[in-house]
């Protein structure tokens, strides 16, 4: 029971609910203490500010980029764009080298900040760490955006209930 004398719902019933709310298909990318590149899939990310321009992304605990994002003080966020199911299903896992066979390249405007995933994105978003918060599980970063980039012809992969559907 929580302090106020009200139960937690079920883990269950909480994915349930969040799965029915249809959520953008990102990752969130950044380069480790030995430059290498690691990145990780999230649905949870939303802007926070124009002035300054600000965004946040969830981070679980046990991410292998959590680490990463930390020691570099920077990443990106790539949107991904409709037909990206097999990188979204990569990324989300833990599994090895998660850039093997997907073209990337360096942030133009952050030196050392996260891939960008350029042939497989509707946009991205390179940004400083400006703030990190615990919150459950999970930790919140709120980062300065300082490079974005738009393909205006391509589609956004959505996520929904567990499947994948494009919007554009």
């Given at each position: 029971m929580s302090e106020e004398g009200f139960r937690d719902i079920e883990e269950d019933d909480f994915l349930g609910v969040m799965a029915s709310f249809p959520a953008g298909v990102a990752v969130v990318t950044s380069l480790d203490e030995r430059e290498r590149p690691c990145g990780l899939t999230i649905s949870a990310f939303c802007s926070v500010s124009r002035r300054p321009p600000l965004v946040l992304v969830?981070?679980?605990?046990?991410?292998?980029?959590?680490?990463?994002?930390?020691?570099?003080?920077?990443?990106?966020?790539?949107?991904?764009?409709?037909?990206?199911?097999?990188?979204?299903?990569s990324f989300a896992t833990k599994e090895g080298d998660k850039f093997a066979g997907y073209a990337w390249r360096p942030t133009a405007g952050l030196p050392?900040?996260?891939p960008v995933l350029h042939e497989d994105t509707v946009a991205h978003v390179a940004c400083l760490v400006e703030r990190e918060v615990e919150a459950g599980d999970h930790w919140v970063?709120?980062?300065?955006?300082?490079?974005?980039?738009?393909?205006?012809?391509a589609r956004s992969l959505l996520?929904?209930?567990?499947?994948?559907?494009?919007?554009?």
């Open positions: 969830c981070v679980d605990e046990g991410s292998n980029t959590l680490s990463a994002i930390r020691h570099s003080g920077k990443f990106t966020v790539n949107f991904l764009s409709e037909g990206r199911e097999r990188l979204a299903r050392g900040g996260g970063f709120i980062g300065r955006v300082v490079e974005a980039d738009v393909e205006e012809e996520f929904h209930r567990r499947g994948f559907s494009a919007i554009g």
